[in-house]
Nanobody
Framework: VQLQASGGGLVQAGGSLRLSCAAA????????MGWFRQAPGKEREFVSA????????GYADSVKGRFTITKDNVKNTLYLQMNSLEPEDTAIYYC??????????????????WGQGTLVTVSS
């Protein structure tokens, strides 16, 4: 699976951005998709994940209520709508994919495929 993330940029605190991740190489409805982020000097952390058919999703506590993950199985594209952005959200955001079942999706090691990352900078 090849993943291509886009949509990052510079935004003021309180603003919004929508990240996209285009996938190729495998039927989109057969893989679980997610977003991670990595801030300077910190480990990569889980942000959100969505089930194969898009019926279930999950979020890190730090973004719950502000971020929304969706996927379009026709366009083979994953999205992350980010609202009420805070300076603490500044990081490189990575989309990821996995075909594994019954795995801890909060752990980067559980994911098989990664996009190249897109930088989100939130100014105060």
């Amino acid at each position: 699976v090849q993943l291509q993330a886009s949509g990052g940029g510079l935004v003021q605190a309180g603003g919004s951005l929508r990240l996209s991740c285009a996938a190729a190489g495998r039927a989109f409805s057969t893989i679980t998709m997610g977003w991670f982020r990595q801030a300077p000097g910190k480990e990569r952390e889980f942000v959100s994940a969505i089930s194969r058919r898009g019926g279930k999703d999950g979020y890190a506590d730090s973004v719950k209520g502000r971020f929304t993950i969706t996927k379009d199985n026709v366009k083979n594209t994953l999205y992350l709508q980010m609202n009420s952005l805070e300076p603490e959200d500044t990081a490189i955001y990575y989309c990821a994919a996995t075909s594994r079942l019954y795995t801890d999706l909060h752990q980067p090691a559980s994911w098989d495929f990664w996009g190249q990352g897109t930088l989100v900078t939130v100014s105060s």
